[in-house]
């Protein structure tokens, strides 16, 4: 599921491209993907290519974005109006993808009433009420990491039903919350597992051989 | 593997906490997983709890900062140093965790030569050298969208091994390169398939009781 938004971004410039029909090996190539873990994807949420045939790519954009609810207005709001919030706040990239942020919230009373874009800075107390009149179902939040975990409790009380974390840390949520974590910390140490395979690879074919394949980190 | 840093996250909060020991249970809960996935994960990588006992948290945190590399140094550079640029390299997330940024690079002539932290940005036809030079392994790559395959082209022939991606694109890399991407609307719509589906069990229960549990999003 994790993957899906991929494919519908790697489609989307496909068609851009001018391309009309796009093999599990190209879309494979471009998403450093296995054409076998492609047609396993796409075949659970249905039939949407021909054996040897190819995919069509406007068809399979359109069926994906109706799977991910990309066809729906997603009201939201932002929580922490510090230098992240009002990068978040000014990024010209979620309205046009469905996702609305019509209110933020900031704990500092130096911040409420400032305005920022269109939107003026509230307090937390109106958080239940405005996330109730509004009917806003995600909420982002950009507070510090030891604000974090009180600042999700109140709005899972909300009951808010997405939340975009950008907070470094694991916030706890229940079960019928949907959490995404936003940490460029994380990934990048979801890449150094396979950089350390390489570098100790490389290491062993320095030992063989004489010479490295590239430069290696250093151990701390 | 997109795990295990969340698990060292969630650990060094436990270990933070005073816990001394964990079950899959606990683990499960904080991470939003099921205790069967949390131990299929973990045995993949040997056995680190007896059945029925849980993990020992420092152990196991031990054991996957190894796994995961996290007790190396990676040398890091970064690439574009506009507003988001600048931003990363003030993070002051990385450098704890390992990730040193030792050069900024910036296409913009009138970037070059600018002081930003403790860095002076440099030209892009500096790149190769630099990298070769400072044993940069990891590129940060916050350039618009419209230069981000061409940069990482450029990154990929200074056999720079692992690429975080800023830039609203999926872009190619080879087989033998590990791309992350941060993408904060990748990370909404990857919420959005579960919120929809909730979203439409509910309009079913309106249907039936005449109520439903919370805001609607509208469709567009």
Known sequence: MLRLPLYVRALSQLQAEGTDVVSSHQLG??????????????????????????YKVQFLLQELGEILGLDIRWNTCLI???????????????????????????????????????????????LEKTVTDREIVIAIVAVPAAQAQMVIDQLVKCRIRGILNYAPVAPQVPMDVVLRNIDPVLSLQSMTYYLRDQTEAEQASVKTTGRGKGPQPARR
Chains 1, 2 share one sequence.
Do not use: C, H, W
């Not at 471009?30 to 021909?50: E, N, V, W």
């Open 80 to 126: 922490g109006v510090g230098r992240l919030g009002r990068a978040i706040i000014n990024y010209p990239g979620f309205a046009p993808e469905g996702f609305n942020i019509l209110a933020a919230f900031d704990s500092d009373p130096g911040q409420v009433g400032t305005p920022i874009r269109n939107l003026s800075v509230q307090p937390m107390k109106d």
């Open 29 to 54: 190539k471009r998403l450093q993907m296995t054409p076998a873990q492609i047609r396993k994807d796409l075949s659970y949420f249905g039939r949407f290519g021909k054996q040897g045939r190819g």
